[in-house]
Nanobody
Framework: QVQLVESGGGLVQAGGSLRLSCAAS????????MGWYRQAPGKQRELVAV???????NYADSVKGRFTISRDNAKNTVYLQMNSLKPEDTAVYYC???????????????WGQGTQVTVSS
């Protein structure tokens, strides 16, 4: 079984910074893409940033230039550095990992439990 455990959320004032971490553990021999999504009250879950196993990144337009996604493959961990935070960044942030099944062409999506980020104005 695979588990994703997030940490680093909290309450911060507008303009501040937070760093989220998400560590994957369990029966893992490799991880393909890893990413961060968020869901604000009354809204659909949306992609924030994604990073491939080779380090290619993609960001939502709303966070470009403010957020940075990175990963440590040796630790099966993905990070999200969030700078210049705005009240509209307030949401529950979820990490995601695409993990292949060894000796097959199957791949499963795993999700963390979510961590609350609240930005006050």
């Amino acid at each position: 079984q695979v588990q994703l455990v997030e940490s680093g959320g909290g309450l911060v004032q507008a303009g501040g910074s937070l760093r989220l971490s998400c560590a994957a553990s369990g029966s893992i021999f490799s991880i393909n893409a890893m990413g961060w999504y968020r869901q604000a009250p009354g809204k659909q879950r949306e992609l924030v940033a994604v990073i491939s196993s080779g380090g290619r990144t993609n960001y939502a337009d709303s966070v470009k230039g403010r957020f940075t996604i990175s990963r440590d493959n040796a630790k099966n961990t993905v990070y999200l550095q969030m700078n210049s935070l705005k009240p509209e960044d307030t949401a529950v942030y979820y990490c995601n990992a695409e993990i292949p099944v060894q000796y097959t062409e199957l791949e499963y999506d795993y999700w963390g439990q979510g961590t609350q980020v609240t930005v006050s104005s």
